[in-house]
């Protein structure tokens, strides 16, 4: 335990995460994005842990937001996490193929408008399909406008921060509240590690 601390807190310093990110490892970043948005869900709805969400008249209809360019993991977070593949908004992406920051926030308008609950917004650090980046800035400033959760997919790309020429792969990431990255694609690591962080381990 404790050299999984130390390992993660190097590689946290090395891509320009602040100390307020602690990390775990886990072996898929489909797992770590899977327990962000458990965890996103858990402050949307403090008692789901015992409860739950099935019968419940006291609980909205929950959204998650992402990319149209994300990964199928998110799909499948939300229905492992019995919100159901219409909780996820997939917003439109500009002529780079990223997210479009007004698309989100009329999204977000729109949904408490219709008296759903806005849970979390995942960005993308280097989606599969075309290496885009979302605006993880205005992202963040929006999430934190709106108290939304924010997720970062940096599986892919995050490791490229390592680099000075590259570093700004990970510009605005550190108003996340977590982020994946994953040392066994750029990073050498021959065996399964994604490399989660999170600023509210506690939850």
């Known amino acids: 335990t404790e050299l999984e601390e130390v390992s993660l807190s190097w590689l946290r310093q090395l891509i320009g995460l602040p ?21 996103a869900r858990d402050v949307a709805v403090p008692d789901v842990a015992t409860k739950g969400l099935a019968g419940r008249r006291d609980v909205p209809p929950l ?19 019995g ?14 193929f990223r997210m479009r920051t007004a698309a989100l926030r009329d999204a977000i308008e729109r949904d ?8 979390a917004v995942v960005a993308t650090v280097g989606t599969t399909s075309t290496t885009s980046i979302d605006p993880v800035p205005d992202i963040a400033a929006l999430c934190e406008r709106e108290g939304l959760w924010l997720h970062v997919d940096a599986a892919y790309a995050g490791a490229a921060a390592l680099v000075p020429e590259t570093a700004d792969v990970l510009r605005g990431c550190a108003r996340a ?14 065996f399964d590690l994604s490399a989660f962080y999170c600023r509210r381990m506690d939850i």
Do not use: M
């Open 19 to 39: 100390s307020s990110f602690e990390g775990v490892i886990y072996d898929t970043a489909s797992i770590s994005s899977l327990h962000a948005l458990a965890a």
């Open 63 to 81: 959204r998650v937001y992402t990319s149209e360019q994300s990964h199928s993991s998110i799909d499948k977070a939300v229905i492992t996490l």
């Open 83 to 96: 919100l159901g593949r219409d909780a996820l908004r997939k917003i439109p992406t500009d002529d780079q």
């Open 112 to 119: 408490r408008a219709e008296g759903a609950l806005p849970v």
């Open 177 to 190: 509240d977590s982020l994946v990255v994953n040392p066994h694609k750029w990073l050498f690591t021959p």
